[in-house]
């Protein structure tokens, strides 16, 4: 993971692996409704290796597509704390950015593949 290509348009383009899932303050915003300020700030927010933000020139906050096989979204990037998150993997709490990223196959579980998906990241300026 982690070597970079770049597109046409000039823009650097980096595979990663994601898993969503939940988290506890996924849980708390949600008892405040999901058009809640905390909920939504947890479900759209990508949190990285802290290296991997060092190596692609990212700072907390700013903006980035992810693309998928089955589909895209933009969104903002966090760091996660220093030995959560191995370098080349990003997780993002259960919501619309990672619905925008799943397939629709559930394999008769009722649950779309969330864990270990390939994805492309984009700085966008």
């Given at each position: 993971m982690?070597?970079?290509?770049?597109?046409?348009?000039?823009s650097s383009?980096?595979?990663?692996?994601?898993?969503a899932?939940?988290?506890?303050?996924?849980?708390c915003?949600?008892?405040?409704?999901?058009?809640?300020?905390?909920?939504?700030?947890?479900?759209?927010?990508?949190?990285m290796?802290?290296?991997?933000?060092?190596?692609?020139?990212?700072r907390?906050?700013?903006?980035?597509?992810?693309?998928?096989?089955?589909?895209?979204?933009?969104?903002?990037?966090?760091?996660?704390?220093?030995?959560e998150?191995?370098?080349?993997?990003l997780?993002i709490?259960?919501?619309e950015?990672?619905?925008?990223?799943?397939?629709?196959?559930t394999?008769?579980?009722?649950?779309?593949?969330?864990?270990?998906?390939d994805?492309?990241?984009?700085?966008?300026?």
């Amino acid at each position: 993971m982690g070597t970079s290509s770049t597109s046409a348009a000039g823009s650097s383009r980096t595979p990663f692996v994601l898993i969503a899932g939940r988290t506890a303050a996924q849980g708390c915003g949600i008892s405040e409704g999901k058009s809640g300020e905390r909920y939504t700030a947890e479900t759209t927010c990508l949190q990285m290796a802290p290296e991997d933000l060092a190596r692609l020139g990212l700072r907390p906050g700013d903006r980035v597509r992810l693309a998928s096989p089955t589909g895209e979204a933009e969104t903002v990037v966090a760091a996660a704390r220093p030995g959560e998150l191995p370098p080349g993997v990003l997780f993002i709490a259960y919501g619309e950015v990672s619905s925008r990223l799943m397939g629709a196959d559930t394999h008769g579980s009722g649950m779309p593949d969330s864990k270990g998906l390939d994805v492309v990241l984009e700085k966008l300026s």
